[in-house]
């Protein structure tokens, strides 16, 4: 592994026309996204949503996002991708601008906005797996890691920045000015996808006579024939289980509960852990990796010695340099895994199944994830915060470096 320091790296591939357009639109969707993610929920406590209305209403968006990925895969793999994600843009518009309406009119209640909630996150989830599997069009086979660390370093952020934007929009009453301005986003968004050159379908794409199950059979089958490949995109649901129930669970129930500390700190945590990340995946990027999937089995054990650092904060007398320690790792410990996993199947892959098997990462991922919340919300009923941690961070560390070191071996084997 060695560092390419070149400083105009990223520049250069901003430089090139068709990247810059569709990197601004990934920019633009992303942002709308988490602001609609934080809009959803503000508008559902608004209309009074009790803690099971409010429980579905994000589980149904949720849901819609991790489940409903393999048909956009199957969708994105079997059209021409710029227009398949300029059709999903436009559609996202006047969804935007329906929400615009039914709120002006005095229409919009918990289960319209719940119904538009899930019809836009549902437009995201489809249209991930041909963004992602674009880029190889777009950029040359030695750029895309650098590409795919650049789209990477906006997905955290625009949560951030989606909370800041609800934010300036109440502040200045333009409740329903959301809608109408998040619309007019997804129109820009499109003009920019108009900008991209022409993209010929590959000879080898699949037929729309094909069925839905023998295009999903057969992305699953190019998958199972890189056995590392494989385990790594089925173990992406051990990483996103403990890496969301870490930001989610551990943290708050540490520093608020066990700790006692203000809000603010926690805040502040989550910050650095988006930091973390961001920085990471500038840095990830750059790298030129030797064996990039044993490279993204880093994450578990970065993740577990963050894990750790956190557990350490409860028994020192001074807490603040392992906490923040902690949540750096975490958010670099994301950093360690997504880039390389995306670049190995966008150069591997062929072109007619590679967005199916983005799709099937993502949505293990989302599994994953959505299970780490529920599990370890139970586990922390059952078991001491303090004890817990530890017991948690351990058992990550030990999962994590069993699983590298089966990688390192299967790849040297291979």
């Given at each position: 592994?060695?560092?390419?320091?070149?400083?105009?790296?990223?520049?250069?591939?901003?430089?090139?026309?068709?990247?810059?357009?569709?990197?601004?639109?990934q920019c633009i969707t992303n942002l709308c996204d988490g602001l609609l993610a934080v809009t959803i929920i503000y508008f559902a406590i608004?209309?009074?949503?009790?803690?099971?209305?409010?429980?579905?209403?994000?589980?149904?968006?949720?849901?819609?996002?991790?489940?409903?990925?393999?048909?956009?895969?199957?969708?994105?793999?079997?059209?021409?991708?710029?227009?398949?994600?300029?059709?999903?843009?436009?559609?996202?518009?006047?969804?935007?601008?329906?929400?615009?309406?039914?709120?002006?009119?005095?229409?919009?209640?918990?289960?319209?906005?719940?119904?538009?909630?899930?019809?836009?996150?549902?437009?995201?989830?489809?249209?991930?797996?041909?963004?992602?599997?674009?880029?190889?069009?777009?950029?040359?086979?030695?750029?895309?890691?650098?590409?795919?660390?650049?789209?990477?370093?906006?997905?955290?952020?625009?949560?951030?920045?989606?909370?800041?934007?609800?934010?300036?929009?109440?502040?200045?009453?333009?409740?329903?000015?959301?809608?109408?301005?998040?619309?007019?986003?997804?129109?820009?968004?499109?003009?920019?996808?108009?900008?991209?050159?022409?993209?010929?379908?590959?000879?080898?794409?699949?037929?729309?006579?094909?069925?839905?199950?023998?295009?999903?059979?057969?992305?699953?089958?190019?998958?199972?024939?890189?056995?590392?490949?494989?385990?790594?995109?089925?173990?992406?649901?051990?990483?996103?289980?403990?890496?969301?129930?870490?930001?989610?669970?551990?943290?708050?129930?540490?520093?608020?509960?066990?700790?006692?500390?203000?809000?603010?700190?926690?805040?502040?945590?989550?910050?650095?852990?988006?930091?973390?990340?961001?920085?990471?995946?500038?840095?990830?990027?750059?790298?030129?990796?030797?064996?990039?999937?044993?490279?993204?089995?880093?994450?578990?054990?970065?993740?577990?010695?963050?894990?750790?650092?956190?557990?350490?904060?409860?028994?020192?007398?001074?807490?603040?340099?392992?906490?923040?320690?902690?949540?750096?790792?975490?958010?670099?410990?994301?950093?360690?895994?997504?880039?390389?996993?995306?670049?190995?199947?966008?150069?591997?892959?062929?072109?007619?199944?590679?967005?199916?098997?983005?799709?099937?990462?993502?949505?293990?991922?989302?599994?994953?994830?959505?299970?780490?919340?529920?599990?370890?919300?139970?586990?922390?009923?059952?078991?001491?915060?303090?004890l817990g941690t530890t017991i948690l961070s351990i058992g990550v560390v030990l999962l994590g470096l069993a699983m590298l070191n089966w990688?390192?071996?299967?790849?040297?084997?291979?």
């Amino acid at each position: 592994m060695t560092y390419a320091p070149t400083d105009d790296a990223y520049l250069t591939l901003l430089q090139r026309r068709s990247y810059a357009a569709f990197f601004t639109s990934q920019c633009i969707t992303n942002l709308c996204d988490g602001l609609l993610a934080v809009t959803i929920i503000y508008f559902a406590i608004e209309m009074n949503a009790s803690a099971l209305q409010l429980g579905a209403v994000t589980f149904g968006v949720t849901l819609s996002r991790g489940f409903l990925g393999p048909i956009g895969g199957v969708m994105g793999d079997r059209m021409d991708k710029r227009w398949f994600l300029i059709v999903v843009e436009l559609l996202r518009a006047l969804l935007m601008l329906g929400l615009f309406l039914f709120y002006t009119s005095g229409a919009l209640n918990i289960y319209s906005l719940t119904a538009f909630g899930i019809l836009v996150s549902t437009c995201f989830a489809i249209s991930v797996p041909a963004a992602k599997s674009m880029i190889p069009k777009l950029l040359k086979e030695e750029q895309l890691q650098a590409g795919n660390a650049l789209v990477q370093t906006i997905t955290w952020p625009a949560f951030f920045l989606g909370s800041g934007l609800l934010a300036g929009f109440l502040h200045f009453d333009m409740k329903g000015g959301i809608f109408l301005a998040t619309a007019a986003a997804f129109v820009v968004s499109t003009a920019l996808l108009l900008l991209l050159p022409e993209i010929n379908t590959d000879s080898d794409a699949p037929s729309a006579k094909t069925s839905l199950r023998e295009d999903l059979s057969q992305g699953y089958k190019e998958l199972s024939s890189d056995r590392v490949l494989l385990i790594r995109v089925w173990s992406y649901a051990a990483f996103t289980f403990f890496w969301r129930g870490a930001l989610q669970i551990v943290l708050p129930l540490l520093v608020l509960r066990e700790l006692e500390s203000p809000a603010w700190l926690f805040g502040a945590l989550m910050f650095v852990n988006g930091a973390g990340e961001f920085v990471g995946n500038l840095v990830v990027g750059r790298l030129q990796l030797r064996r990039p999937l044993v490279f993204s089995f880093l994450c578990e054990p970065v993740l577990g010695f963050g894990l750790m650092l956190l557990a350490l904060a409860l028994f020192v007398p001074y807490p603040m340099v392992p906490l923040f320690t902690g949540a750096l790792l975490i958010g670099l410990g994301a950093a360690t895994i997504d880039i390389p996993l995306l670049t190995v199947i966008q150069r591997h892959v062929s072109q007619r199944n590679i967005g199916k098997v983005i799709s099937y990462w993502f949505t293990i991922g989302s599994f994953g994830g959505a299970m780490g919340n529920l599990a370890l919300g139970a586990y922390f009923e059952f078991l001491d915060v303090r004890l817990g941690t530890t017991i948690l961070s351990i058992g990550v560390v030990l999962l994590g470096l069993a699983m590298l070191n089966w990688a390192y071996r299967a790849t040297r084997q291979a």
